[in-house]
Nanobody, 124 residues
Framework: QVQLVESGGGLVQAGGSLRLSCAASGRTFSTSAMGWFRQAPGKEREFVGFISGSGGSTVYKGSVKGRFTISRDNTKNTVFLQMNSLKPEDTAVYFC?????????????????WGQGTQVTVSS
């Protein structure tokens, strides 16, 4: 069983930055790909990016590429989402998710465990 707890959300002005953290419990963290998803009001949950279990590879949604960076510290069972140059359209609840596989997926149903989410609001 894996438990995920996100933190770091908040209110920021457009152009600002936030860093989300996701702390994971469980002994399989270092072999689990970690994904970030987001859900805006009235919209479906969408893929933001993932990082492989080793941390050597990342994949991002096109609209966040170059602005968002995912990293992980396997010694602390934590994955991070650094968000720069934030835009109002980035406003959403952000979720981290764990997949019991080395490689991640852009599909939410491929992930086995989810955090409770953290709100990110970007004002214009």
């Amino acid at each position: 069983q894996v438990q995920l707890v996100e933190s770091g959300g908040g209110l920021v002005q457009a152009g600002g930055s936030l860093r989300l953290s996701c702390a994971a419990s469980g002994r399989t963290f270092s072999t689990s790909a970690m994904g970030w998803f987001r859900q805006a009001p009235g919209k479906e949950r969408e893929f933001v990016g993932f990082i492989s279990g080793s941390g050597g590879s990342t994949v991002y949604k096109g609209s966040v590429k170059g602005r968002f960076t995912i990293s992980r510290d396997n010694t602390k069972n934590t994955v991070f989402l650094q968000m720069n140059s934030l835009k109002p359209e980035d406003t959403a609840v952000y979720f981290c998710a764990a997949r019991t596989a080395i490689w991640g997926s852009t599909m939410s149903h491929a992930y086995d465990y989810w955090g409770q989410g953290t709100q990110v609001t970007v004002s214009s």
